[in-house]
T-cell receptor, first 114, second 116 residues
Framework: AQKITQTQPGMFVQEKEAVTLDCTYDTSDPSYGLFWYKQPSSGEMIFLIYQGSYDQQNATEGRYSLNFQKARKSANLVISASQLGDSAMYFC???????????FGAGTTVTVRA | GAVVSQHPSWVICKSGTSVKIECRSL??????MFWYRQFPKQSLMLMAT?????????EQGVEKDKFLINHASLTLSTLTVTSAHPEDSSFYIC????????????FGPGTRLTVL
């Protein structure tokens, strides 16, 4: 079964606007971690933000924030004030307590328009 | 932040030859390294997990005799694609984890393999 689902293959956003990337996950483990990575065309994986399953507050890192809705099993990434350099593929990933491996979603390609 | 390097960054080889890809943690010791494969516009698929000094653990469907992984030290893991074929052409990415308590994996820049 798919552990991480990203339903948006591609999105366009206007420069300076905010964009929300959807991510839902499936696990029966009460302890897990959720990650978002950015992959520009160069291919490197850039860590953006992390949310632990027991964290009380939504994670934020600069222009990135994670909208964590535990009951819905969703961990959407919000990018505020989009910049041209934000154009890239974005991956949601999960690590479960008993398994240190990361499971990745299919990814969402974001294109920021000037 | 921690830095992971990969070498080479890209390689073109003939069908039937073997290719070795190196993954190094430059400023930390990695207890565990992971190898992923990514086809164009697709997600990262974990191939195997390697711990220093022990045999790698391969994911289901990954041929261990074809993708040889060696984790000889806490800073170096190598992936050898043996008898490469055009269908092995892909982007190979490694990542490294410092310890079990470390949430984050640090990724290398990837190696693009093209088999002619």
């Amino acid at each position: 079964a798919q552990k991480i689902t990203q339903t948006q293959p591609g999105m366009f956003v206007q420069e300076k606007e905010a964009v929300t990337l959807d991510c839902t996950y499936d696990t029966s483990d009460p302890s897990y971690g959720l990650f978002w990575y950015k992959q520009p065309s160069s291919g490197e994986m850039i860590f953006l933000i992390y949310q632990g399953s027991y964290d009380q507050q939504n994670a934020t890192e600069g222009r990135y924030s994670l909208n964590f809705q535990k009951a819905r099993k969703s961990a959407n990434l919000v990018i505020s004030a989009s910049q041209l350099g934000d154009s890239a593929m974005y991956f949601c990933a999960m690590r479960e307590r008993n398994d240190y491996k990361l499971s990745f979603g299919a990814g969402t390609t974001v294109t920021v328009r000037a | 932040g921690a830095v992971v390097s990969q070498h080479p960054s890209w390689v073109i080889c003939k069908s039937g030859t073997s290719v070795k890809i190196e993954c190094r943690s430059l400023d930390f010791q990695a207890t565990t390294m992971f190898w992923y494969r990514q086809f164009p516009k697709q997600s990262l698929m974990l191939m195997a997990t390697s711990n220093e000094g022990s045999k790698a653990t391969y994911e289901q469907g990954v041929e261990k005799d074809k993708f040889l992984i060696n984790h000889a030290s806490l800073t170096l893991s190598t992936l050898t694609v043996t008898s490469a074929h055009p269908e092995d052409s892909s982007f190979y990415i490694c990542s490294a984890r410092v310890s079990r308590d470390q949430n984050e994996q640090f990724f290398g820049p990837g190696t693009r393999l093209t088999v002619l």
